[in-house]
T-cell receptor
């Protein structure tokens, strides 16, 4: 399978703990995105990388959130000192070009976080 | 600023009958508009896209949408629903040439026998 891969698929943690999610995009895609989806809502943009450069961050991405893409390939999203409000599905997507031009992001199946 | 409003959170149709999922958009720039579908336990998948070419856009699985600037609408239609169409559908806007997709809140489509 050469699609976008996310790990872990499910994570249950206690409030205050740190969690890290990993995303492996489609290999030839230089753009990588993180979105967050809560129950009953559409995905919300968190951040975007072009190669290893993080070019845009949403105000939703508080100081407790950090994302990296060190070699321009896989990416990690870390949440420090988790809160119950962080419970959500975290979606990763990749694209070969500007989303508004190519029109398509390729999404992974997501990583579901539950904070107790 | 850009946004989309999906007018129905749930739509229920009988198999073989037409589908209409409604979406209105707001954008300061010439927008690109998309419909994505999310089946249970599957990743989001692009159904179709409008990027300022033909106003009637055809997508996968028999879906199509019409861009109507005067009505700021981009409704999704299908002539005949199939059981496999049951899923959640998202209307999405992006400023033309931009990179940040803004999703609507979704419409859950139920298809009954």
């Amino acid at each position: 399978d050469t699609g976008v891969s996310q790990n872990p698929r499910h994570k249950i943690t206690k409030r205050g703990q740190n969690v890290t999610f990993r995303c492996d995009p489609i290999s030839e895609h230089n753009r990588l995105y993180w979105y967050r989806q809560t129950l009953g809502q559409g995905p919300e943009f968190l951040t975007y990388f072009q190669n290893e450069a993080q070019l845009e961050k949403s105000r939703l991405l508080s100081d407790r959130f950090s994302a990296e893409r060190p070699k321009g390939s896989f990416s990690t999203l870390e949440i420090q000192r988790t809160e119950q409000g962080d419970s959500a599905m975290y979606l990763c997507a990749s694209s070969p070009g500007l989303a508004g031009v190519t029109g398509e992001l390729f999404f992974g199946e997501g990583s579901r976080l539950t904070v107790l | 600023a850009q946004s989309v409003t999906q007018l129905d959170s749930h739509v229920s149709v009988s198999e073989g009958t037409p589908v209409l999922l409604r979406c209105n958009y707001s954008s300061s720039y010439s927008p690109s508009l998309f419909w994505y579908v999310q089946h249970p336990n599957k990743g989001l998948q692009l159904l179709l896209k409008y990027t300022s070419a033909a106003t009637l856009v055809k997508g996968i699985n028999g879906f199509e949408a019409e861009f109507k600037k005067s009505e700021t609408s981009f409704h999704l239609t299908k002539p005949s629903a199939h059981m496999s169409d049951a899923a959640e559908y998202f209307c999405v806007v992006c400023p033309g040439g931009g990179n940040k997709l803004t999703f609507g809140t979704g419409t859950q489509l139920k298809v009954e026998l």
